[in-house]
């Protein structure tokens, strides 16, 4: 049988389902303006890069071979003609397992990484692509001998304060200062205890120093100035929560998603039920999702069964 992978054309329906379905003829994808890129390499995360000039769509990709050379690929999606162009692609050791591109300089991007050598969470400076330079620039190690990262699961850029990070490992959240804007060094500010197996990690876009967290089936929200839990919601997914995310537009409102092939959203301060949950895009674990920075009924996830979902969820939206 067929998988359905990446986006395909399956019609908008205001209770919830999937925007996406099973695969299209290539006419079908050309009136869809479906842009594909290759990266001839696996690969496993994307990040968006801010700061495009005239309305440009840029991205950065990470490949992820195993005992291969990797690379990260800028890559441009054009409006205008469905097209997706390599920009820049960049020597980088080791496997790319999770990106993330600074909000304040789209040069700047933290990478984590293993593969032979130990697992290492980085800084880079992107060289200009006029300059020719085909390799990544290190600034630093994140972690260098402050801190001490078991698996990292999420390296975040805190909104509030620029230059900051917030990085949940698989038992713990670590906040530093620093990194370009301090010299080129990160300094481990504090360090939160949340459980011992935490999958992913979310900083609140509208109030400074909470992060809420998931591990296991519990939802929780840390407050990062005393270290303690804000909120908590036992058994959010049947078996395993796997990822969170805040709506960038609804205060106190987040997305988790879980092992369950489902996606539910909450109101941290009303925990004892979800204002919604989804199925029926994915059948097996939602491994990700995220809500459209300015349009937040739209959310797109991504699960083990090699299935990307686009949602329309007007009722738990802003407007």
């Not at 990062?224 to 919601?233: C, E």
Request: net charge neutral; glycine share 10%; proline share 5%.
């Amino acid at each position: 049988s067929t998988r359905r992978r990446g986006l395909g054309g399956r019609r908008s329906s205001p209770s919830g389902r999937p925007l996406v379905g099973p695969p299209v003829s290539p006419s079908a994808m050309a009136q869809a303006r479906a842009g594909v890129y290759f990266c001839r390499q696996a690969a496993r995360c994307v990040a968006p890069m801010p700061g495009g000039e005239n309305g440009q769509h840029v991205f950065m990709v990470g490949t992820c071979a195993l005992q291969q050379r990797n690379e990260l690929h800028i890559v441009e999606f054009s409006e205008d003609t469905a097209e997706v162009v390599c920009r820049q692609a960049l020597s980088h050791p080791e496997e790319v397992w999770l990106l993330n591109v600074s909000p304040q300089d789209s040069r700047q991007v933290l990478t984590y990484s293993s593969g032979k050598s130990a697992p290492a969470l980085r800084l880079w400076r992107v060289p200009e692509a006029s300059s020719g330079e085909t390799s990544l620039q290190e600034i630093c190690d994140v972690a260098g001998e402050d801190a001490q990262l078991a698996t990292v699961k999420s390296a975040l850029w805190d909104p509030h304060r620029e230059g900051n990070l917030v990085v949940a490992d698989s038992e713990a959240l670590h906040v530093f200062e620093g990194g370009a804007a301090g010299g080129g060094k990160f300094q481990a500010l504090s360090t939160v205890q949340v459980g011992q197996r935490c999958s992913g990690a979310c900083l609140d876009p509208h109030h400074a120093n909470q992060v809420s967290t998931v591990d296991d089936a519990h939802l929780k929200t840390w407050d990062l100035r005393s270290s303690k839990m804000a909120f908590k919601k036992d058994g959010v997914h049947l078996f395993g929560a796997r990822d969170v995310d805040y709506n960038p537009n609804v205060p106190y409102q987040v997305l988790t998603t879980g092992e369950d092939a489902t996606l539910r959203f909450w109101d941290l301060r009303k925990l004892d039920k979800s204002l919604r949950a989804l199925s029926g895009g994915h059948h097996h674990w939602v491994i990700r999702a995220r809500y459209n920075g300015h349009h937040d009924q739209l959310v797109l996830s991504c699960g083990t069964d090699s299935a990307v979902c686009l949602w329309r969820v007007g009722s738990v939206a802003s407007a």
